[in-house]
């Protein structure tokens, strides 16, 4: 087992079952204790209750940890519950939604936090970016108005100084002609300087945990790896954590140090980014891997699915709920396999991993993220068995410099 720590960040809480319930919030952050994680997610169960009467189990007893400073890649399917499962981090879910389990931020519970104390914490500790940016911008305000807003929810400054800081924000968002830019409205830029703008909002407090939900996904490849890029060093320059929501594993190879796939609303394997993909032992990623458009892929063949329905959330599973379209499910897989650390640091939920399919992980994916080194080593998208096939590249750092030339 490695030493370093800090490659153990992504680690299950040994949390009791059915939750903790509504902590007692206490009124001042007491911090992160020293050689403690940033963010502890324990058990986290989220349960809709529709008008009818149903209910929807999106969230079922997640557990994971992120160190600050750490890109964290949450990766599932959609409906797999990653977005409610951040969006309880933020306190953002709808009065329809019962929330158990725990969720410490630097050391403070956010699960039952009153509303009051939740608009604090959002901007000053943890921020969100969202898929679309033109949804979540005003297009009546001109893109500095929204800014120096953002900066005067939570700071008393006078209008001079948060101008300033405003334009600041864009530099460091890498907005080409920042002052210039100040005085537009939203509809006058691309989609990926609107995603910088929506970024600069979210860093006007100095959150400590910026979670991007599908952030660059309405973008083309190129501007999407400028915006992971941006992400990646804003992390290291401002020593803020980032979750980087995505159904791309691809994405997380190339970005994220830290790993964790959810399917049907838990975490079903988790690891560092360099062991999940050095051995991806869980059935559900390796057909995540699988189902990455590929280059070498014959012209005009049909895009690489995953077989099967998702599982329907309103019942709770009482089987391993991959198994109605695992390849490799046996009797055993009526049992839902609990997930543990079977390896230092590599935890799956699987009672086969070594099953067909593990043997044809011939070459692996090098993560980029782990380390924090020189960024994206491996193409967005190429499965393991790529080897000495054309890859999808990403730009390197000097090429994503700024959102100059972006669409
Ligand atoms: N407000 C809601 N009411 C009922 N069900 C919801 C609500 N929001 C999300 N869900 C359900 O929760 C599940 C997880 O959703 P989500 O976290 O958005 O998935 P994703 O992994 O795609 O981000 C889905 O089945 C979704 O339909
Ligand atoms: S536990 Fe069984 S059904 Fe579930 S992923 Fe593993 S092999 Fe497949
Ligand atoms: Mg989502």
Sequence with gaps: MSADPALTDVRPADAPAGGTGPADAPT?????????????VRDLRVMFTRPGGGRVFAVNGLSYELRAGRMLAIIGESG?????SSRAIMGLLPPSATVTGS?????TEIVGMPERRL???RGTQVAMIFQDPTRSLNPTMRIGLQITEAIHLHNKIDKKAARARAIELLKLVRLPAAERRFHDYPHQLSGGMRQRVMIAIALACNPKLLIADEATTALDVTTQAQIMELLVDLREQLGMAVIMISHDLGLAASYAQDVVVMYAGKAVEQAPAE???????MPYTRALLGAIPRLDATPHSLLPVIGGQPPNLSVMPTSCPFRPRCPVASDQCAEIPPLLEHEPEHRWACWHPDGPGAADQAAPVAAAGAGGAAGPAVASAQPPAAAGAKTLTTPGRAGSATGQGER
Excluded: E, H, N, Y
């Design 28 to 40: 001042a952050s007491p911090g992160t204790a020293p050689g403690a994680p940033l963010l502890s």
């Design 80 to 84: 797999s519950g990653k977005s409610v």
């Design 103 to 107: 969720i410490r931020l630097d050391g």
């Design 119 to 121: 608009r604090q914490l």
């Design 275 to 281: 062991k999940l993909f050095a051995r991806v032992r």
